[in-house]
């Protein structure tokens, strides 16, 4: 690199790919540029407002799994799903507006010690959805 650092490892979640893929050498500077800007181009087409909601759910998986069965069971035509495990008490759950407002209702009613709070993002990542952004890279790369 330019500035005369010897980078050992570099890791992250979507951008950090590129970066990684950067610092190694394995794309130049305005490659890694297009494949962002075609990315930002793609996501609205597979991400619409409906699909932008996650909620972290802090609690043991054997209760998150309990909690995901009771809401999914009252969904009709809707969905939502386990995106990441970041721990023992600590889970990401993406689906769309209305399954995430369903999930997070019925955990407050139920006045249990389980926490949640709602993620402010674009689009719902680590899902299913994701999948079709990555379809849709083959044609930026």
């Known amino acids: 690199m330019d500035c005369g650092l010897q980078v050992s490892a570099a890791i992250g979640h979507p ?3 590129l970066t ?3 610092i190694s050498g394995c794309l130049s500077l305005k490659d890694a540029f297009e494949l962002v800007a075609g990315r930002a181009e793609i996501m609205p087409n ?3 407002p409906e699909r932008g909601n996650m909620l ?8 998150v799994s309990g909690i995901l069965d009771s809401v999914n069971r009252r969904l ?3 969905y939502f799903e386990i995106a990441c495990y970041h721990g023992p008490e600590s889970h990401v759950a993406v689906g769309s507006a209305m399954a995430i407002k369903s999930l997070e209702q019925f955990v407050a009613s139920e006045r249990s010690a ?8 674009t689009h719902g990542s680590l899902s ?8 849709g890279m083959e044609t930026v790369v």
């Open 114 to 121: 389980v926490r949640t709070s709602k993620l402010r993002l």
């Open 46 to 48: 597979h991400w619409g």
């Open 128 to 135: 299913e959805g994701s999948k079709k952004v990555q379809f």
């Open 56 to 63: 972290w759910i802090g609690t043991n998986m054997q209760k």
């Open 76 to 78: 009709i035509g809707d």
């Open 15 to 17: 951008f950090g790919q």
């Open 20 to 22: 990684a893929l950067y």
